[in-house]
């Protein structure tokens, strides 16, 4: 039931707090918040051994394929890993087709917390932070929250 609650009721920050980011991607790809003004950006912490993680891939992939030249898009940024290529290995096998960050500590205080895995961070068109949740995240949480009405 929990994976079930709506992103928008769970710890939802003050739609003034931003935080840029600069980072590259293991293609060599520069993924700046900057870049995705007037779009949704959901920057995901994960890691290779973290069931709820793995459990909720598919989920994020289908944003990103459906939303990310329109909508939204999901950058994965992997945590707690021994071997980058054991990421970019298991991001090939899932068929990830979002951006991955090899991550650490500098990496993840560009963004914020991350107290647990997975963790999520959503940005909304203007560049704000305005979601974030720790657990894993479900397709329909999202979309619910990025296609609400804004409240006049």
């Known amino acids: 039931m929990f994976k079930r609650i709506l992103f928008a009721l769970l710890l939802t920050l003050a739609s003034s707090t931003s935080m840029a980011f600069n980072f590259t991607d293991t293609q060599g790809h520069q993924q700046n918040l900057a870049d995705y003004r007037g779009k ?7 890691a290779t051994w973290c069931p ?7 989920d994020l992939i289908a944003l990103h394929n459906q939303y990310h030249s ?3 898009v999901v950058i994965g940024v992997a945590m707690d890993y021994d071997n ?5 290995q298991f991001a090939r096998e899932m068929q990830i087709t979002y951006p991955i960050v090899l991550g650490n500590s500098k990496i993840s205080q560009q963004v914020g917390d991350v107290q647990g895995l997975p963790t999520s961070y959503l940005y909304n068109p203007q560049g704000k932070i305005v979601a974030y949740q720790v657990g894993a995240l ?7 929250y990025i296609n609400k009405k804004p409240t006049q």
Not at 40 to 46: I, M
Not at 84 to 88: D, G, H, K, S
């Open 138 to 144: 479900t397709r329909t949480a999202v979309e619910s």
């Open 70 to 72: 329109t909508k939204l």
């Open 40 to 46: 949704w950006v959901l920057v995901n912490f994960w």
């Open 52 to 58: 709820p993680c793995r459990a909720e891939i598919p």
């Open 84 to 88: 980058p290529t054991q990421v970019t």
